[in-house]
């Protein structure tokens, strides 16, 4: 088994900033993409973003130039800084990744970590 382990969110004011960290931990044998989820309430899961284990990195239009998405590999660890946070980013947020395990690829969600921007 896997599991992801998010935290970081929180309670921030319009334009401020917020980091959040997703551990992966358990049977890994290498991890393949890994990609931030959201959702806000009444509102479908979205993708945020998404970074191969290469580096390449894609991006929703609406954070695009404000959330950056970053991985260490050594540590199984993806993170999502966010700066000028708007209160439309307000959602819970979810960490996913695709893991292989011997010769299979399973994708893993995180439990979700709040994230609340008003003043």
């Known amino acids: 088994q896997v599991q992801l382990v998010e935290s970081g969110g929180g309670l921030v004011q319009p334009g401020g900033s917020l980091r959040l960290s997703c551990v992966a931990s358990?049977?890994?044998?290498?991890?393949?993409?890994m990609a931030w989820y959201r959702q806000a309430p009444g509102k479908e899961r979205e993708l945020v973003a998404a970074?191969?284990?290469?580096?390449?990195?894609n991006y929703a239009d609406s954070v695009k130039g404000r959330f950056t998405i970053s991985r260490d590999n050594a540590k199984n660890t993806v993170y999502l800084q966010m700066n000028m946070l708007k209160p439309e980013d307000t959602a819970v947020y979810y960490c996913?990744?695709?893991?292989?395990?011997?010769?299979?690829?399973?994708?893993?969600w995180g439990q979700g970590t709040q994230v609340t921007v008003s003043s």
């Open positions: 970074i191969t284990s290469g580096g390449s990195t």
């Open positions: 358990g049977s890994i044998f290498s991890i393949n993409a």
């Open positions: 996913n990744a695709d893991v292989l395990q011997g010769p299979l690829m399973y994708g893993y």
